[in-house]
């Protein structure tokens, strides 16, 4: 049984070059991965700075897996053993916390963490809040301009992710606004002093105000992998 501490239960997001897709759908199949979603995403730097790697290209995957704080351990210390995420442009991992969720889906988190048998050893992972995931939602086509915005107030990299808004009567009578089917999710992970500057900049670049139509939001982040080298390492 694992202890306390090591059955919380955190959400794992993982943002890889669509390249190492294999690898994810690897450590989901050896570790019996209880709940995770895969989606395509595409990052937010040229095609110049990917010739200057020499590998991989703006296409990305996007992963998001429920587990308990022991298994994300696992699977972190996994994909930093197999990928170089210190590698500009290669990916980054990091958890949140999950608050709430069902008796019937944490019971299957626990039983499979317990299930796996691993140690609870921790990473060298950044930890103890120091990012923020910035979630902005915008009509779509507007990707370039979130990324303009948030760059100009020190942030260094994003992912889009494309998807459809489901908008209620209510959003139209208060906002003003109508709600347009596609939109763009825009993920963006940064520094906690950073924060505040680059959602205040995407809102007066794309807000609702604007014909982006744009929210945000952040959350706090626990543990990452991966963020240590930026495309600025590049200059």
Not at 4 to 11: K, T
Not at 20 to 36: A, H, Q, Y
Not at 50 to 70: A, C, E, F
């Amino acid at each position: 049984m694992v202890d306390s501490s090591e059955a919380r239960l955190e959400a794992l997001i993982t943002i890889v070059d669509y390249g190492l897709g294999n690898v994810l759908s690897n450590v989901f199949k050896k570790t019996n991965m209880p709940i995770s979603l895969l989606t395509y995403g595409y990052g937010s730097a040229k095609s110049a700075v990917y010739d200057i790697l020499g590998y991989g290209g703006p296409k990305k995957i996007v992963s998001v897996s429920i587990q308990t704080k022991n298994m994300s351990n696992y699977i972190m210390n996994y994909l930093h053993n197999k990928i170089d995420l210190h590698k500009p442009g290669t990916g980054i991992a990091f958890t949140i916390r999950v608050s709430s969720i069902g008796r019937v889906l944490s019971t299957i988190c626990l039983h499979a963490g317990e299930n796996l048998r691993i140690g609870s050893e921790d990473m060298a992972a950044i930890s103890k809040d120091p990012f923020h995931l910035i979630i902005t939602v915008v009509n779509s086509g507007y990707f370039e301009q979130v990324m303009e915005a948030a760059n100009n107030a020190g942030a260094t990299g994003g992912t889009l992710v494309h998807a459809r808004g489901l908008g209620s009567k209510e959003a139209m009578k208060y906002l003003g606004i109508t709600i347009q089917p596609e939109k763009d999710l825009v993920l963006i992970l940064a520094p906690k002093e950073k924060k505040h500057a680059i959602m205040e900049s995407i809102k007066n670049e794309v807000g609702l105000n604007t014909a982006g139509m744009g929210i945000c939001f952040s959350l706090p982040v626990d543990r990452a992998i991966g963020f240590g080298s930026s495309i600025d390492d590049l200059k």
